[in-house]
C-alpha cells in the first residue's frame, strides 16, 4: 500500500521513540508525556490509513504487510491507552516504535502481491479482530519478557544504569507479564475457538501450518500460566517461553506467508 499518510506514521513514531529515549535518560516527565502525544498522533493517522485500506468501496485487496501493520497498530494503541488504565506500559514503546515505523515504511515502500478478500460475517469478524488483538496484546508481552530479562542480567552483575532505573521494579514487570499473558491467552482461546467454529477449512493445506502453530502457541502460553499458578515459575523459564510462544505466533500469522509472497510471488488467502 502506497498512501503517503504512512510516511506521517513513520516519522511520528520515529520521534516518539527519540522522545521516549530523551525521557528515558535525561529523567524528564515532559518529554515522556510529549511523546505519548506524538505517538497518539500517529495512532490516529495510522488509524485512518487502515481504515481506508479495510474499508474502501468495492474489493478489497490485501498483503502480509498490511496486515502485520494492522498488528503494529494494536500494539502502539494498546501502549497509548495503558496510562488511562493505570498500567505503565508505554515505556516498552522502546522497543515497539522504532518497530512499528519499520513496518510502516516497508507497507509504504514495499510492492507484495495482495489477495482479495471474501466478505466476511460477523463470526469471521470476531475470529480476525480476536487473532490480531491477541499478537498485539502478546507481542507487547514479549517486550515486556525483554525487560524482566534485561533487569534480571544487570541486578545479577549489581550494574543499575539510567535505563534500568527508570523500569518499574522487577516484581512489578513481572506482574505486568502475567496480566498481559493472560488477557493475550483469553484473546487467543477466542481466534481459535471462532476460527475452528466458523472458518472454513480451517486445516486446509494452506491454512494447516498457521492453524497448527497457533494451537502450539496457545498451549506453551496455557502451561506458562498454569506453572505460574501452580509452581510460580517466573524469570527465566517466564521470559524463554513468552518469547517462545510469541515466535510461534509470529511464524503462524506471517512466516510461510511472507516467504509465498517474497520469493515465491504467490498469494493466499488470511
Known sequence: MHDNLLAGVAAAYIAATLLLLISVFRSKQDFRNLAILVTVAGVVLHSTVQYRLWFAPGSVEINSLDVLSLCALAVIAILVISPMLKKPLFDAGLVALPIAAMVVLLEWIADLPGTQLAPRSVETSIHIVSSITAFGVLAVAA?????????DHFLRRHQLNSLIRTLPALDTLEGLLFQLITAGFILLTVSLGTGLLFVNDLFAQHLAHKTILSIVAWLVFGTLLWGRHFRGWRGRVAVRMTLAGVLL??????GSKLVLEVFLDRSWQI
Open 143 to 151: 517486550v515486556y519478557a525483554f525487560f524482566v530479562a534485561l533487569i
Open 249 to 254: 505466533l509470529l511464524l503462524s500469522y506471517f
